[in-house]
């Protein structure tokens, strides 16, 4: 079948730069480049726990202009996943300049080495939260980009600096917009998304601290090797200077999370609602139809993802995974999950 993402094997494509690729979304694009023979060229300032003889890993920060220049002149990469970033919105709400210079500062020197170094391609790895407070659902590239956290801000200048920089340079660059993301290999203590955060408490034994109300409050979550594949299917034939949602199309409330995750622990949950914290109260479901026309399609269930994630768990750490040590912050006035930390 035309268009099937099954066929992806990046063959225009030698030499791979993925920025990012310790961390979670960047490990598992990583192990995938790995298995399509890519020789990669990793960037991270952390040390990657993947090890490959195919993988070149170059510490470094992308903050730092003149030395990813000099990377970048000196490999030559044809293609790059832009994955590094600060992915802790809380923390955006708390030290915006931190999150301000590694996303937006940090991109923008991926970008301009990247034009010099005359890359074939660039696949940003932008956000849903660009859209802020869903008002339409589900959720296209179309929607009105309104972020509410500075996170969402920064990755929607990004966006803007990407298409400009496509119309001025000739950069060829397109971006993915990834819903909520879950799986294994997450920083466990770091995570702000639901699946990890709810599944760790449960196996520890403890309550799971919904933030607003179970029944209203929805997601869009995307298992980990769903997003990997969208961002290949547009190294491969996205159209340039254009953003593209990844998401599984299914719009999940945090009660059905919590039953996916008993069904997988085998024990029942106690839920500590945490109502009267509204600002995480609404509705995110993508519309995924921009991508599926590319050949897309969403290959693990929350069922199944969440069988895995919990595995996972299990395996790296029994009954006792860590449990999340960063706060949701919705404004610097009200703090969810962690608020008597
Ligand atoms: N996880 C999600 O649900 C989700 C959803 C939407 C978008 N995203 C985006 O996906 C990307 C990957 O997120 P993740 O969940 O894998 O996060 P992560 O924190 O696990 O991975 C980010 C990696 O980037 C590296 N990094 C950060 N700043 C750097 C810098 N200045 N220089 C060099 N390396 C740096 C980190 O060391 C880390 O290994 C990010 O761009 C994030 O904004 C994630």
């Not at 050949?295 to 395996?315: A, C, H, M, N, W």
Request: charged share 25%; with cysteine; hydrophobic share 35%.
């Amino acid at each position: 079948m035309k268009n099937d993402d099954r066929e992806i094997m990046l063959g225009k494509y030698e030499t791979i730069l993925v920025t990012g690729g310790s961390g979670f979304i960047g490990g598992h694009l990583v192990d995938k480049l790995i298995t399509l023979n890519k020789k990669i060229i990793l960037i991270d300032r952390v040390e990657p726990t993947i090890k490959s003889n195919q993988v070149n890993w170059i510490k470094e920060d992308i903050r730092k202009k003149v030395r990813i220049h000099d990377i970048m002149m000196k490999h030559k990469p044809n293609l790059i996943f832009h994955v590094a970033a600060n992915a802790n919105g809380s923390l955006s709400v708390t030290q915006p300049e931190v999150d301000f210079s590694n996303n937006v500062i940090g991109s923008t020197n991926i970008f301009y080495a990247a034009r010099d170094a005359k890359v074939k391609r660039i696949v940003n790895v932008s956000s849903a939260s660009v859209y802020g407070i869903p008002q339409i659902f589900p959720i296209s590239e179309e929607h009105p980009r309104d972020p509410f956290v500075p996170y969402g801000a920064g990755k929607r200048a990004v966006e803007i600096l990407a298409t400009a920089y496509y119309h001025t340079w000739g950069l060829p660059i397109v971006s993915i917009r990834p819903f909520c993301v879950y799986g294994p290999g997450e920083n466990m203590k770091a995570t702000l998304v639901e699946p990890s955060r709810y599944a760790s408490w449960h196996i520890n034994n403890g309550k799971i601290p919904v933030i607003g109300d179970p029944d209203r409050k929805t997601r869009d979550f995307v298992y980990v090797d769903d997003v990997v594949r969208g961002m290949l299917i547009l190294a491969e034939r996205g159209k340039l200077g254009e953003q593209y949602n990844v998401g599984s199309g299914t719009e999940t409330t945090m009660r059905q999370l919590v039953e996916a995750i008993d069904k997988a622990t085998g024990k029942t949950a106690t839920i500590e609602a945490n109502r009267e914290i509204t600002e995480d109260t609404y509705r995110l479901v993508g519309d995924i139809e921009k991508l599926k026309s590319l050949g897309y399609r969403p290959q693990t269930s929350l069922e199944d993802g969440i069988q895995k994630l919990v595995q996972s768990f299990r395996k790296m750490y029994g009954d006792k995974p860590p449990l999340p040590n960063v706060p949701t912050i919705f404004n610097s006035a009200q703090i969810g999950e962690m608020r008597n930390k």
